[in-house]
């Protein structure tokens, strides 16, 4: 099988939540991509004929989307708002508000309008209930004027899960032919405790939680499965053939389609063939161990009901070992062909179907098999398959030469990829696409009627973000739009606040179109300076948030818009890490790192005067990656589902908690943790704490009264109280920890270790949320500083000249840089050795030796050293060689060019490269 990846193309999106018929699985159409081919590929569109356009912005937390036909969008939010954007709207309406359980990745979490939607109005709901702990899938009817009947409810399925520890619900709804209605569900184990990333498979009494035999290895289970039923008239549903498990099956419930799944993430149906796909979150696991493989993120393709292994494989049907959590004692590998589920707390068949392996994988680090998928974090999400219709008349459907083709993309990565299908399925080409409008996290994406893709962006990270938003992606065979651009300088401020608003580099790919310009603010302001002009100004002299909205037209009628928040009456705090704030300094791994956080804040004061008031108010999160220097600093704080600040965390910082509560002390009320310590064996408590949150109380932890809080929502409340409850997640080594200083033992940062951790990068975040100010609202500020190791693999380069990645054991980290001839290079982006100026390189050459010249930016650049190595005897007879380097001051870093030279090896290599560092000269 002939596989081809695309590596360059443009504009990749820039910077929640895994004796039976199996036929199907035994073609080699299924089987995981091997021996790929990286030859030249197709070209499936012209990349500047897409075109963005931002529907809606501003949504809180979106998960799903479906789209009627005629154009009508229905999506949901997690907190349990079904909202509609009618076509030409420019604000889409609350239909529907559900009370659901919004802690541990709970909530509103899947849509779909039901097949026959446009008569009978029916759509379909997936969402964690209040009063029952799992997950609902009804169906709800809309009434005439649109809304949501409550009164409507048909609870078709509903199965039981535990809330006792986080996370795993997945949560996608998607129809396919005959009116089957596939349903994803997650595995509901806790990724955590000691699995350590790896298989969690944990049978210790009482740790039910911590296993996922008990669920997605459960033929009796509906967790961590894909189900597939079909919905009846008149309420309930039957089975449809062809599922894993037979009506009247003692070896497993009926409804399973899939199992063996942790977190499947974002189904989709082919609706041309009836074949489902899905993205599988993995676990997080950064390296092999005698416990089984590293994590991987799967994209897979089913085509008929089968097990896809978790939590015994993952990927390629990589095997986990059995694993006694007891006595730490390492089993035998699982075995694909006959899994054996031997957990205590197994209610289903002990022997499991044949495991199948992944479609698509990959791990935090580069993928051998997928390299065009880059490194980082991993939340794998699988999009819609295009068909393109001949028939359709219309200016915006996607071209002809990607009919067949499946998008799928990366939450946490973010990247975006077609994959090209032939007529049987099988996967030609993965390509990059074009996005043409920034992108910061798509969640769920679906094609409209008119061709055009639609996608809900959830926004920066995972919590409630400003930038949530709706966006439509065209492609535009004749006319196309302009493309609108908006600068704002600034965006916030104290009133009377002037604004200066520029879209003059707003542009046309038409290059003949003028350019006209349309300027609306909500609410409505005098903006007789801006008019139609490119650029102007306006004074805001009142407190509040107003939204502008830019509308770009050419002379042909297209147009674009862009909008832009204001917050007026506060400032956005700033937030400096003054311990080191260089880019690119050098850490050790057994030597302790400083962190001191710094605020200023217009309103709130600075925290050098202050620090009492900013102590228990900012928040900081370490994060290691054992991975190369990333190009922007976010994409170093991409490790999985665990990344970014919680919804709680955003909550409670916008709100008045953190005035008279702390996490570990008391302030004025008790703290968080003991808060949950009192009441972590009282199953009623989370309840009467939301009641007395909203209603306030007086006498429970002493005399002095808790304020009413009438304003928020009994599901606002609930995600907040269950934060505070849930002390061991806050204790987690990637959660977000308070104070304005702290000691980093980096070893005991997650996934680093002295011994393991030969390179690496890790990534300290900090957020402060002001208070806001009257008639305006609160905003958070934030920063980014990293570190990276003072040993760097040459694996890790940014960019190069010649030479290949070669695999030994005897080299660090089992790779190195071979095939080195005379004038090839290798560039590492952002290094700052301040006064580490002993640079040591670890190389082998048999018979030549040479010199590595360190020069600044590029082969051409300034000469910073020089290095001259002798022979070592073999290829893979490593010696170390040093050379000292000037000393570097400021706060700029380098760009390190290393150029090998040896002008007598002729067209032949002449040496390995393994790794280098920096260290402290002993003389200084």
């Given at each position: 099988m002939k596989f081809?990846?695309?590596?360059?193309?443009?504009?990749?999106?820039?910077?929640?939540?895994?004796?039976?018929?199996?036929?199907?699985?035994?073609?080699?159409?299924?089987?995981?991509?091997?021996?790929?081919?990286?030859?030249?590929?197709?070209?499936?569109?012209?990349?500047?004929?897409?075109?963005?356009?931002?529907?809606?912005?501003?949504?809180?937390?979106?998960?799903?989307?479906?789209?009627?036909?005629?154009?009508?969008?229905?999506f949901i939010e997690l907190d349990g708002n079904l909202r509609r954007l009618l076509p030409g709207a420019t604000k889409s309406e609350i239909i529907g508000t559900l009370k659901v359980f919004t802690a541990q990745e709970s909530g509103l979490i899947g849509l779909a309008l039901d097949p026959d939607f446009d008569s009978n109005r029916r759509l379909y709901l997936q969402y964690s209930p209040v009063e029952y702990s799992g997950q609902h899938i009804s169906r709800f009817e809309l009434n005439s004027d649109g809304a949501l009947d409550m009164d409507s409810e048909e609870i078709i399925l509903k199965f039981e899960e535990q809330r006792d520890e986080c996370c795993h619900h997945a949560g996608s709804l998607e129809f396919g032919p005959e009116g089957n209605l596939f349903i994803a569900t997650g595995d509901n184990t806790h990724p955590g405790g000691d699995s350590g990333g790896y298989a969690p498979i944990d049978e210790r009494e009482g740790r039910h939680a911590y296993d996922a035999q008990d669920s997605a290895a459960n033929t009796m289970d509906l967790r961590g499965k894909i189900l597939r039923i079909r919905p009846l008239e008149d309420g309930g549903y039957s089975i449809p053939e062809g599922n894993l498990f037979p009506p009247g099956s003692q070896k497993g419930r009926p409804e399973i389609y899939v199992m063996g799944c942790r977190n499947p993430w974002r189904i989709q149906i082919d609706p041309a063939t009836g074949f489902l796909y899905w993205g599988e979150v993995g676990p997080d696991a950064g390296g092999e161990g005698p416990r089984g493989p590293r994590g991987y993120d799967e994209v897979n393709q089913a085509r008929a009901a089968g097990n896809f292994g978790w939590p015994f494989f993952v990927g390629a049907n990589f095997a986990y070992a059995d694993y006694d959590y007891e006595t730490k004692a390492v089993g035998p590998l699982y075995d694909a062909s006959r899994p054996e589920n031997r957990s205590p707390t197994n209610t289903g068949a002990r022997f499991l179907p044949p495991a199948q392996p992944a479609w698509i994988y990959y791990p935090y680090a580069d993928s051998k098999e997928f390299p065009v998928l880059g490194s980082g974090g991993r939340t794998a999400c699988a999009g819609p398959v295009f068909h393109f219709k001949n028939n359709l008349d219309s200016a915006v459907q996607f071209p002809k030469t990607m009919d067949r083709c499946l998008l799928f993309y990366d939450w946490q990565r973010t990247f975006f990829m077609v994959a090209e299908l032939d007529e049987n399925s099988d996967i030609q080409n993965i390509t990059p696409f074009p996005t043409p409008i920034p992108l910061k996290r798509p969640i769920d994406m679906v094609f409209g009627p008119d061709g055009s893709l639609l996608v809900l962006d959830y926004g920066a990270t995972w919590g409630v973000n400003e930038d949530a938003k709706l966006v439509k992606i065209n492609y535009f065979s004749g006319n196309r739009p302009p493309i609108a651009k908006l600068d704002i300088q600034p965006s916030d401020g104290s009133a009377p606040l002037l604004v200066h608003f520029d879209a003059s580099n707003s542009t046309d790919p038409d290059l003949d179109d003028q350019l006209t310009y349309l300027w609306q603010f909500t609410p409505d302001t005098d903006s007789d300076d801006l008019k139609e002009q490119a650029k102007g100004q306006v004074t805001f002299t009142e407190p509040g948030e107003y939204q502008a909205l830019l509308t770009v037209s050419d002379s042909n009628g297209a147009s674009d818009k862009a909008y832009a928040r204001i917050v007026v009456g506060n400032t956005r705090p700033t937030l400096r890490i003054d311990t080191p704030a260089v880019t690119g300094n050098l850490m050790d791994f057994n030597q302790p790192l400083r962190i001191n956080i710094n605020v200023e804040d217009q309103e709130d004061g600075s925290s050098e005067l202050s620090v009492d008031f900013f102590q228990n108010r900012v928040f900081s999160r370490v994060v290691y990656q054992d991975a190369k220097y990333p190009d922007v600093p976010e994409a170093a704080l991409n490790q999985g589902h665990l990344s970014g600040a919680s919804a709680a965390l955003a909550l409670i910082q916008n709100s008045d908690c953190l005035n008279c509560h702390a996490i570990d002390k008391r302030v004025i009320g008790p703290g968080f943790n003991e808060i949950a310590d009192?009441?972590?064996?009282?199953?009623?408590?989370?309840?009467?704490?939301?009641?007395?949150?909203?209603?306030?109380?007086?006498?429970?932890w002493g005399e002095l009264p808790m304020l009413p809080h009438e304003s928020l929502s009994q599901e606002t409340v609930q995600t907040m109280v269950n934060w505070i409850f849930d002390r061991e997640s806050r204790e987690d080594k990637h959660s977000w920890k308070p104070g304005l200083s702290s000691l980093v033992d980096v070893r005991k940062v997650s996934g680093s270790s002295a011994s393991e951790a030969l390179n690496g990068i890790l990534a300290v975040e900090t957020r402060y949320t002001d208070l806001g100010a009257p008639s305006a609202p609160p905003l958070t500020g934030s920063s980014i500083s990293l570190?990276?190791?003072?040993?760097?693999?040459?694996?890790?380069?940014?960019?190069?000249?010649g030479t290949q990645i070669l695999s030994s054991d005897t080299a660090e980290g089992g790779k190195f840089i071979g095939d080195i001839q005379n004038g090839r290079y290798l560039v590492f982006n952002q290094i700052h050795w301040g006064n580490r100026t002993q640079f040591t390189v670890r190389v082998a050459s048999p018979n030549a030796g040479g010199v590595i010249e360190l020069r600044e930016g590029n082969p051409q650049g300034q000469l910073l050293g020089q290095l001259e190595f002798e022979p070592t005897g073999d290829w893979q007879e490593w010696r170390e060689n040093s050379v000292t380097l000037p000393h570097l001051e400021g706060e700029v870093p380098v760009t390190l060019c290393l150029v090998f030279k040896n002008p007598k090896s002729g067209n032949g290599g002449f040496m390995n490269l393994d790794s280098f560092r920096f260290e402290e000269c002993s003389s200084r």
């Open positions: 081809t990846v695309i590596q360059s193309v443009a504009s990749v999106i820039a910077g929640c939540l895994p004796a039976i018929t199996l036929l199907c699985f035994q073609s080699p159409m299924n089987a995981p991509a091997e021996n790929i081919d990286f030859s030249d590929a197709t070209t499936l569109w012209q990349e500047d004929r897409f075109s963005g356009e931002t529907l809606e912005f501003g949504l809180t937390r979106p998960m799903e989307l479906d789209v009627a036909s005629n154009g009508t969008i229905y009192r009441y972590k064996d009282d199953s009623e408590a989370l309840n009467q704490a939301v009641a007395r949150v909203i209603a306030g109380s007086t006498g429970v570190w990276r190791s003072n040993r760097i693999q040459a694996e890790d380069f940014n960019s190069k000249e």
